[in-house]
Nanobody, 125 residues
Framework: QVPLVESGGGLVQPGGSLRLSCVAP????????MGWFRQAPGKEREGVSC?????????IADSVKGRFTISRDNAKNTAVHLQMNNMKPEDTAVYYC?????????????????WGQGIQVTVSS
């Protein structure tokens, strides 16, 4: 298990932006997928976006496509960022960073991988 630390959450108005970051202190995650899930109250956890550390391939959920962008720390493969623009109230959720060696895609779920503690994102006026 690799410790993952999330930052950047908070309260934002509809139409605003936030940038989430996830770092793995002391670890270089070569040949890994890192990404984000979110869970709103009363709903199941859903995949938002992921990125591979080796080839840079990405996945973005349809619900956030065109508004969210994922990127990684190319130099050391120790961090991943989620830029969230034009945010909507339905983006309100706890966002979780995750990492494991599996392939990035719509079906990626690191059941036995590493997870962050989660960070609250609230979109409200």
């Amino acid at each position: 298990q690799v410790p993952l630390v999330e930052s950047g959450g908070g309260l934002v108005q509809p139409g605003g932006s936030l940038r989430l970051s996830c770092v793995a202190p002391g670890f270089t995650l070569d040949y890994h997928t890192m990404g984000w899930f979110r869970q709103a109250p009363g709903k199941e956890r859903e995949g938002v976006s992921c990125i591979r550390s080796d080839d840079g391939s990405t996945y973005i959920a349809d619900s956030v496509k065109g508004r969210f962008t994922i990127s990684r720390d190319n130099a050391k493969n120790t961090a991943v960022h989620l830029q969230m623009n034009n945010m909507k109230p339905e983006d309100t959720a706890v966002y979780y960073c995750a990492a494991d060696p599996g392939p990035c895609g719509a079906y990626w779920y690191p059941r036995f991988g590493s997870w962050g503690q989660g960070i609250q994102v609230t979109v409200s006026s």
